[in-house]
Each structure stands twice: as C-alpha cells, then as structure tokens.
C-alpha cells in the first residue's frame, strides 16, 4: 500500500483528501450522539491510509478545510437571517427564527484561507525559493 520514491500525485489531491478527512471529522464530533459514531471509524481507517502512503502529508492543511464546511453549511441555512423569516406553503404560512449568517461566514473564510495559506507554504520547496533568489 506504501508507495515507493516521490509521489507523482499532484499536491493539490492530498489537500483535496485530507479536506475531506476534516469534514468527516467535524462531522463525527458534531453528529456524536448520533451518526457520528458511525463516521469516526470511516474517518479513522481514512487517516491511516493516508498517513500510509508517501507524500499524502503534504496536503495535511486541507483538515482545517474540510473543518469550514459545517459552517459553511450553517451560514447557508441562516442565509435569510438574522430575525423571524416567513414562507408561504399550501397551509398558509409557517415562520422559523434565523440567526445572522455573517459570523459563520467568517469562520469558515478564516479555517479556508489560514489552510491555504499553510498549504502554499509548504508547497514551497526550499530548493526552489533557493533558485528563485538566485535569478
């Protein structure tokens, strides 16, 4: 299952995966009284066959990635908020209080750029900030 010499998967598939392994992390530790219990194991064989193969550490921000998700996912359904929002349906009207969106936007804008950011910084080999220097 280990690969052998340097890795020819591109950077940016391991910072795909490793967003993953975050959300089904964030997931699990939300979900814990219920379906949570069921994704830590999937989650946790993930994370080992990750760490098993050579090279996949390189994308290791992307967790805090995948993290942004769930609240992503939250601003998203408070995007009419914040106060009480009313919808028309077939028996009259039915009314749901939403809180502000803004906040969870924040969060999931910072967890997305601080990975970035930690993920271009990684990416830079130090060979080729050398040679950059040079020319």
């Given at each position: 299952?280990?690969?052998?010499?340097p890795s020819r998967?591109?950077?940016?598939?391991?910072?795909?995966?490793?967003?993953?392994v975050g959300v089904g992390a964030a997931l699990s530790l939300l979900g814990v009284m219920t379906?949570?219990?069921?994704?830590?194991?999937?989650?946790?064989?993930?994370?080992?066959?990750?760490?098993?193969?050579?090279g996949s550490t390189r994308g290791l921000p992307g967790l805090l990635a995948g993290v942004a998700?769930?609240?992503?996912?939250?601003?998203?359904l408070n995007r009419e908020g914040p106060g009480e929002i009313c919808h028309s349906n077939l028996?009259?009207?039915?009314?749901?209080?939403?809180?502000?969106?803004?906040?969870?936007?924040?969060?999931?804008?910072?967890?997305?750029?601080?990975?970035?950011?930690?993920?271009?910084r990684a990416s830079r080999s130090p060979a080729r900030t050398e040679s950059a220097r040079r020319a």
């Open positions: 299952m280990t690969q052998r010499g998967v591109p950077a940016a598939i391991w910072f795909g995966a490793w967003a993953v379906i949570g219990i069921f994704i830590a194991p999937v989650v946790g064989l993930m994370v080992v066959v990750l760490l098993r193969v050579d998700v769930p609240f992503g996912w939250v601003a998203y028996n009259g009207s039915e009314c749901t209080q939403e809180w502000s969106p803004w906040p969870w936007v924040a969060i999931a804008v910072v967890l997305v750029a601080v990975s970035v950011v930690m993920f271009v």
